[in-house]
C-alpha cells in the first residue's frame, strides 16, 4: 500500500522553562551555566524536613501563559506527586499537577501558509524540573554517572497539545509560533539549546478514512524546530514500514539520533497509572481568585499576530514587511517608535528589515543593545524622506550615528553632507564627465540607453554621493540632448 493511504496523528507537549529568577519552590537561583550543583539546596534534593513554598511569579506567568493562548484558568488547581525513579529525581517524585490542572482548552493558529487551523490545547499544568544525568566527560564515565540538582526545582509549564497535526510541517510550525508567543509574553526566554524550551512528540498513524486512534510513539526531548520535523518525518514513515510489513506498532518512548536521522527505543511507554499521582500533602491548592486573574490579563500585552494585522492596516506595509517586524516584541516596539518618529513607516520599516536587522545579525545583539534608538533613526529617515541627503549618504550617517551616538542632523550639518540641489554647482560637473566619455554619449546617442546610468553614477561619484539624484538625471539628459 502506498504511505499516501496513511495519515499521521500528532500531538506535542512542549515543557517551557518560566521566567523567573529563583526556582519553583525554594529561594535557588534558575541561572544556567553554574557549576554542577551549584544551585541546590535541600528543598532540590528532597532532603527530610524540606517543605515546599510556590513561587509566586512563577504561578503568574503560567496564567500569563494560559490567558494568552486562549486556555480556561481555573480558579482552584492541585499540585500532585508523580512517582517515579530515575537518578535525577531524587525525592523519588516530581510534583507536578494532574487531575486539576491550571488550565485546560485553548489552542494555537497556525501559519495561513499551513492553512490557518487551529491546534487545540488540551491542558497547561505547571510542574517542576527533574535534575541532569551526566554520562560523558568524566575519567570514569564508563562505570559512573554523575548527577547535577541545578535544574532540580526549575520552575516549567507543560503545554499540551490535542492531536490535531497531520504532518511533520505542521508541528514544526506550532511549535514555532508557541515559542514566539511565549518569548513575546516574557514567559520563556525560548533558548532550546540551554534546555529551557523542549518537545515531545506523540506519533502514531492510521488508514485514510479512519477516525480510530493508532498506537503511538512518544519521541523525547526535541530541543529544535529541524530536529522536530525530520524526527517526525521519520517515525512516520518507520510505523508505516512496520504495519506494511505486517508488523505491529509498539507504545513506547523512543529519542532522535541527529546524526543518524533516526529514532531508536528508548523505553515502553508509561500510562498514567504507573506514576501513582496524588494530592502533594506539602503544597495546598493552588488558588488563581478573579482579582488576580483580571490583573493578569490587564498585563498582557498586543500578541504577535494581532499586531502583524494592525502594522498592516494602520501602517499599509506589505505582509511580507509586517510579519518579519513581529518576529520579536522588540523589535516591533522599536519599528512603532520609529515610525511615528519618522512620519513614513514604509521607509522606517525598510531601515528596520535592512540596516538595523543586519546590525543584530552582525554584531550577535538583541534590539535593545542597538546604539541608534529608534526616535535616532526617525530622525534620520525623516531627514532621508525630505531629501536633505540621499539614501547612499544615509547609510554613512547612521554608521557614524552608530558609532558616536550623534543625532543624523548634526552628522549631516557637521560633515558637510547635505544634497546639492543648486544646479548652478552640478553643472560644471555634468559638463566635466559628459566631456570625459565622448564615446559613451555617442553609444547613448544611437540608443544604447543602458550607458546612461553610468554617467549619472559617475557624476554621484564627482559630488560623493551628495548630488541630488532627479536633478543630476535631469541635468545629464539635457546635456546630452
Same mark, same amino acid.
Given at each position: 500500500?502506498?504511505?499516501?493511504?496513511?495519515?499521521?496523528?500528532?500531538?506535542?507537549?512542549?515543557?517551557?522553562?518560566?521566567?523567573?529568577?529563583?526556582?519553583?519552590?525554594?529561594?535557588?537561583?534558575?541561572?544556567?551555566?553554574?557549576?554542577?550543583?551549584?544551585?541546590?539546596?535541600?528543598?532540590?534534593?528532597?532532603?527530610?524536613?524540606?517543605?515546599?513554598?510556590?513561587?509566586?511569579?512563577?504561578?503568574?506567568?503560567?496564567?500569563?501563559?494560559?490567558?494568552? *493562548?486562549?486556555?480556561?484558568?481555573?480558579?482552584?488547581?492541585?499540585?500532585?506527586?508523580?512517582?517515579?525513579?530515575?537518578?535525577?529525581?531524587?525525592?523519588?517524585?516530581?510534583?507536578?499537577?494532574?487531575?486539576?490542572?491550571?488550565?485546560?482548552?485553548?489552542?494555537?493558529?497556525?501559519?495561513? !501558509?499551513?492553512?490557518?487551523?487551529?491546534?487545540?490545547?488540551?491542558?497547561?499544568?505547571?510542574?517542576?524540573d527533574a535534575g541532569k544525568s551526566l554520562h560523558d566527560g568524566f575519567a570514569d564515565s564508563d562505570r559512573k554517572t554523575y548527577?547535577?540538582?541545578?535544574?532540580?526545582?526549575?520552575?516549567?509549564?507543560?503545554?499540551? !497539545?490535542e492531536p490535531d497535526m497531520r504532518s511533520a510541517a505542521e508541528a514544526a510550525a506550532f511549535f514555532e509560533t508557541l515559542r514566539?508567543?511565549?518569548?513575546?509574553?516574557?514567559?520563556?526566554?525560548?533558548?532550546?539549546?540551554?534546555?529551557?524550551?523542549?518537545?515531545?512528540?506523540?506519533?502514531?498513524?492510521?488508514?485514510? @478514512?479512519?477516525?480510530?486512534? @493508532?498506537?503511538?510513539?512518544?519521541?523525547?526531548?526535541?530541543?529544535?524546530?529541524?530536529?522536530?520535523?525530520?524526527?517526525?518525518?521519520?517515525?512516520?514513515?518507520?510505523?508505516?514500514?512496520?504495519?506494511?510489513? @505486517?508488523?505491529?506498532?509498539?507504545?513506547?518512548t523512543r529519542l532522535f539520533d541527529a546524526a543518524q536521522g533516526k529514532t531508536n527505543s528508548m523505553r515502553s511507554k508509561e500510562?498514567?497509572?504507573?506514576?501513582?499521582?496524588?494530592?502533594?500533602?506539602?503544597?495546598?491548592?493552588?488558588?488563581?481568585?478573579?482579582?488576580?486573574?483580571?490583573?493578569?490579563?490587564?498585563?498582557?500585552?498586543?500578541?504577535?499576530?494581532?499586531?502583524?494585522?494592525?502594522?498592516?492596516?494602520?501602517?499599509?506595509?506589505?505582509?511580507?514587511?509586517?510579519?518579519?517586524?513581529?518576529?520579536?516584541?522588540?523589535?516591533?516596539?522599536?519599528?512603532?517608535?520609529?515610525?511615528?518618529?519618522?512620519?513614513?513607516?514604509?521607509?522606517?520599516?525598510?531601515?528596520?528589515?535592512?540596516?538595523? *536587522?543586519?546590525?543584530?545579525?552582525?554584531?550577535?545583539?538583541?534590539?535593545?543593545?542597538?546604539?541608534?534608538?529608534?526616535?535616532?533613526?526617525?530622525?534620520?529617515?525623516?531627514?532621508?524622506?525630505?531629501?536633505?541627503? !540621499?539614501?547612499?549618504?544615509?547609510?554613512?550617517?547612521?554608521?557614524?550615528?552608530?558609532?558616536?551616538?550623534?543625532?543624523?542632523?548634526?552628522?549631516?550639518?557637521?560633515?558637510?553632507?547635505?544634497?546639492?540641489?543648486?544646479?548652478?554647482?552640478?553643472?560644471?560637473?555634468?559638463?566635466?564627465?559628459?566631456?570625459?566619455?565622448?564615446?559613451?554619449?555617442?553609444?547613448?546617442?544611437?540608443?544604447?540607453?543602458?550607458?546612461?546610468?553610468?554617467?549619472?553614477?559617475?557624476?554621484?561619484?564627482?559630488?560623493?554621493?551628495? @548630488?541630488?539624484?532627479?536633478?543630476?538625471?535631469?541635468?545629464?539628459?539635457?546635456?546630452?540632448?
Amino acid at each position: 500500500m502506498e504511505p499516501s493511504a496513511y495519515e499521521a496523528v500528532i500531538g506535542l507537549e512542549i515543557h517551557a522553562q518560566l521566567l523567573t529568577a529563583t526556582k519553583i519552590f525554594c529561594g535557588c537561583s534558575t541561572g544556567f551555566g553554574a557549576p554542577a550543583n551549584a544551585h541546590a539546596c535541600p528543598v532540590c534534593v528532597g532532603l527530610p524536613g524540606a517543605l515546599p513554598v510556590l513561587n509566586r511569579k512563577a504561578v503568574d506567568l503560567a496564567v500569563t501563559a494560559a490567558v494568552a *493562548l486562549g486556555c480556561d484558568v481555573h480558579e482552584r488547581s492541585v499540585f500532585a506527586r508523580k512517582n517515579y525513579f530515575y537518578p535525577d529525581l531524587p525525592k523519588g517524585y516530581q510534583i507536578s499537577q494532574y487531575e486539576l490542572p491550571l488550565a485546560t482548552g485553548g489552542g494555537v493558529a497556525l501559519p495561513r !501558509s499551513l492553512g490557518g487551523k487551529c491546534v487545540r490545547l488540551t491542558r497547561i499544568h505547571m510542574e517542576e524540573d527533574a535534575g541532569k544525568s551526566l554520562h560523558d566527560g568524566f575519567a570514569d564515565s564508563d562505570r559512573k554517572t554523575y548527577l547535577d540538582y541545578n535544574r532540580s526545582g526549575v520552575p516549567l509549564i507543560e503545554i499540551v !497539545s490535542e492531536p490535531d497535526m497531520r504532518s511533520a510541517a505542521e508541528a514544526a510550525a506550532f511549535f514555532e509560533t508557541l515559542r514566539q508567543i511565549l518569548v513575546w509574553l516574557a514567559v520563556n526566554d525560548g533558548n532550546m539549546d540551554e534546555g529551557s524550551l523542549r518537545c515531545d512528540a506523540n506519533v502514531s498513524i492510521r488508514r485514510r @478514512g479512519e477516525t480510530t486512534l @493508532g498506537t503511538k510513539a512518544e519521541v523525547k526531548n526535541l530541543n529544535s524546530f529541524r530536529y522536530l520535523e525530520k524526527a517526525i518525518e521519520y517515525e512516520i514513515g518507520r510505523q508505516i514500514d512496520v504495519v506494511e510489513h @505486517g508488523g505491529r506498532v509498539i507504545q513506547e518512548t523512543r529519542l532522535f539520533d541527529a546524526a543518524q536521522g533516526k529514532t531508536n527505543s528508548m523505553r515502553s511507554k508509561e500510562e498514567a497509572h504507573d506514576y501513582r499521582y496524588f494530592p502533594d500533602p506539602d503544597l495546598p491548592a493552588l488558588v488563581v481568585d478573579a482579582g488576580r486573574k483580571a490583573q493578569i490579563v490587564a498585563a498582557i500585552p498586543e500578541l504577535p499576530d494581532t499586531r502583524r494585522r494592525r502594522f498592516i492596516e494602520q501602517y499599509a506595509l506589505p505582509e511580507y514587511d509586517a510579519a518579519l517586524l513581529t518576529q520579536t516584541r522588540g523589535v516591533a516596539d522599536y519599528f512603532e517608535e520609529a515610525a511615528k518618529c519618522s512620519g513614513n513607516a514604509k521607509a522606517t520599516s525598510n531601515w528596520v528589515m535592512g540596516e538595523v *536587522l543586519r546590525n543584530m545579525k552582525e554584531r550577535d545583539i538583541e534590539i535593545d543593545a542597538i546604539a541608534v534608538r529608534p526616535a535616532a533613526l526617525g530622525g534620520l529617515v525623516a531627514i532621508v524622506e525630505k531629501g536633505t541627503i !540621499s539614501s547612499t549618504v544615509a547609510k554613512d550617517v547612521f554608521a557614524k550615528m552608530y558609532d558616536t551616538g550623534r543625532a543624523a542632523a548634526d552628522i549631516v550639518a557637521a560633515d558637510g553632507l547635505a544634497q546639492i540641489t543648486d544646479t548652478s554647482s552640478l553643472e560644471p560637473i555634468v559638463r566635466r564627465v559628459i566631456d570625459a566619455y565622448p564615446d559613451i554619449i555617442a553609444e547613448i546617442k544611437a540608443g544604447k540607453d543602458r550607458k546612461f546610468q553610468f554617467l549619472v553614477g559617475q557624476v554621484m561619484k564627482e559630488t560623493r554621493g551628495k @548630488g541630488d539624484p532627479k536633478i543630476v538625471t535631469d541635468l545629464v539628459k539635457s546635456a546630452i540632448g
